[in-house]
């Protein structure tokens, strides 16, 4: 099992510029969402879905757009990137029913010029 | 104030040593996780708790839903242990999915 797949691990961009951060899972978890994370703070939640074709906002969304077309698939788009994006990002996914245990990948870096 | 937060911040132990790392949260809630977090790594889920105490290995987690409080415990820590640690509860559930509020992690670093 590959468990949680976040692409790329590291991105450098220029202010402006716009990109997809890919998070892929293979447990079938209807549960996913996009965290970030700054130092001195918790993680904060960005956007989550419950299933293919629905997504919510988090506690932090401006800037960053979602779509959930598959149950394996939930990518976070980066519109127009400014400074104030830079941080880390984690991808999470899990069941809504059962142990609720969260399975999270590895992380991508993101810095903006 | 946030709504979860953890004691202490920072923590430095021996190898050998018990440490306990606290969270206390100011919600409702249905469940309390403990992640784990090596430095420049991913996160890894250790416990998910709702009531009373769970252990694997050499860590145990307690909750007490009353007080609002959870505590992670490591026996015998290891060098291998230094991480960040981080409490995490799953308000009550409203909506399709209950979200997580995240506490900001306690450091430790176990020394030889």
């Known amino acids: 099992n590959a468990g949680v797949t976040q692409t790329p691990k590291f991105q450098v961009l220029k202010t402006g510029q716009s990109m997809t951060l890919q998070c892929a899972q293979d447990?079938?978890?209807?549960?996913m969402s996009w965290y970030r994370q700054d130092p001195g703070m918790g993680l904060r939640l960005i956007h989550y879905s419950v299933g293919a074709g629905i997504t919510d906002q988090g506690e932090v969304p401006n800037g960053y757009n979602v779509s959930r077309s598959t149950t394996e698939d939930f990518p976070l788009r980066l519109l127009s990137a400014a400074p104030s994006q830079t941080s880390v990002y984690f991808c999470a996914s899990r069941y809504i029913a059962g142990t609720g245990e969260l399975f999270f990948g590895e992380g991508s870096r993101l810095t903006v010029l | 104030k946030n709504e979860v937060e953890q004691s202490p911040q920072n923590l430095t132990a021996q190898e050998g040593e018990f440490i306990t790392i606290n969270c206390s949260y100011s919600?409702?809630?249905?469940?309390l996780h403990w992640l784990q977090q090596h430095p420049g790594g991913g996160i890894v889920s250790l416990f998910m708790l709702s009531s009373g105490k769970k252990k694997h290995g050499r860590l145990i987690a307690t909750i007490n839903i009353q007080e609002k409080h959870s505590s992670l415990h490591i026996t015998a820590s290891h060098p291998r242990d230094s991480a960040v640690y981080i409490c995490a509860v799953r308000r009550l559930k409203h909506g399709t999915a209950s979200k997580l509020t995240f506490g900001t992690g306690t450091r430790l670093q176990v020394t030889l």
């Open positions: 447990m079938n978890h209807e549960y």
């Open positions: 919600v409702g809630i249905s469940a």
